[in-house]
């Protein structure tokens, strides 16, 4: 059974720092690539990050480039985001979701195609 579980999130004053942790079963990193994406009361949910390990490609939303890191360790079938001078805006649930690796690497725009799996998501609240 695949499953992904989010963790890490939590209320931070702006200008600090959270690392969310997605834990995933039943797949290994290898053959699927994993986003992040989040939702805000009232907003569309949106991409902000993925990584495929199999190529080692990464993209980021415009609004967290500079600031939001994504990293894997495959030997914990664990993906994370690292999220510094995080920012009122940034408030929202967290989800992460997989999907079989893509040909060409990953990206915002091919986060937005739909994925497989979901988490069931981790809160963040970003306090100004």
């Known amino acids: 059974e695949v499953q992904l579980v989010e963790s890490g999130g939590g209320l931070v004053q702006a200008g600090g720092s959270l690392r969310l942790s997605c834990a995933a079963s039943?797949?290994?990193?290898?053959?699927?690539?994993i986003g992040w994406f989040r939702q805000a009361p009232g907003k569309e949910r949106e991409g902000v990050s993925c990584?495929?390990?199999?190529?080692?490609?990464?993209d980021y939303a415009d609004s967290v480039k500079g600031r939001f890191t994504i990293s894997s360790d495959n030997t914990k079938n664990t993906v994370y985001l690292q999220m510094n001078s995080l920012k009122p805006e940034d408030t929202a649930v967290y989800y992460c979701?997989?999907?079989?690796?893509?040909?060409?690497?990953?990206?915002?725009?091919?986060?937005?195609?739909?994925?497989?799996?979901w988490g069931k998501g981790t809160p963040v609240t970003v306090s100004s």
């Open positions: 979701a997989a999907k079989d690796a893509p040909l060409l690497g990953c990206s915002i725009a091919w986060l937005n195609n739909g994925m497989d799996y």
């Open positions: 990584i495929s390990t199999s190529d080692a490609s990464t």
């Open positions: 039943g797949f290994t990193l290898d053959d699927y690539a």
